[in-house]
């Protein structure tokens, strides 16, 4: 039998392992590998948005601020809900569909 040896070529441009870019890019490897790489832009606490948002989660945090419409307890989906959640409380709700029935007709002879 024989061996076939599979030749690797490297494609396009040789790298420049000593240069700027090649340095700049394995330290940010390394950064990535330790965890050091920071993502995206820097918050600004001071900033008129930081502030809102902060009085905005005090208030979600104490209720304050409520999102939505508010439930209208007096309509029908709602009466009908709550007439389900009764029914499932109580065990009286009957779930899938009801049996097919069967009519048979007599013919008299």
């Known amino acids: 039998m024989k061996k076939v040896v ?3 070529v490297k494609l396009g441009r040789p790298v420049n392992e000593n240069s700027v870019r ?3 890019l394995k330290e940010l490897e390394m950064k990535r590998e330790l965890g050091l790489v920071k993502r995206g832009r820097p918050v600004n606490e001071n900033s008129e948005r930081q502030k809102r948002l902060s009085e905005l989660e005090n208030k979600r945090v ?3 601020v409520k999102r939505g419409r508010p439930v209208n307890e007096n ?3 709602q009466k009908r809900l709550n007439e389900l ?3 499932r409380n109580s065990g ?3 779930l899938g569909r009801p049996k097919k029935v069967v009519v048979t007709d007599e013919v008299a002879a």
Do not use: D, M
Request: hydrophobic share 15%; aromatic share 0%.
């Open 62 to 64: 104490n209720g304050e």
């Open 22 to 24: 090649q340095i700049r």
């Open 75 to 77: 309509s029908e989906r």
């Open 92 to 94: 009286t709700l009957k």
């Open 85 to 87: 959640e009764s029914k």
């Open 6 to 8: 599979e030749k690797v």
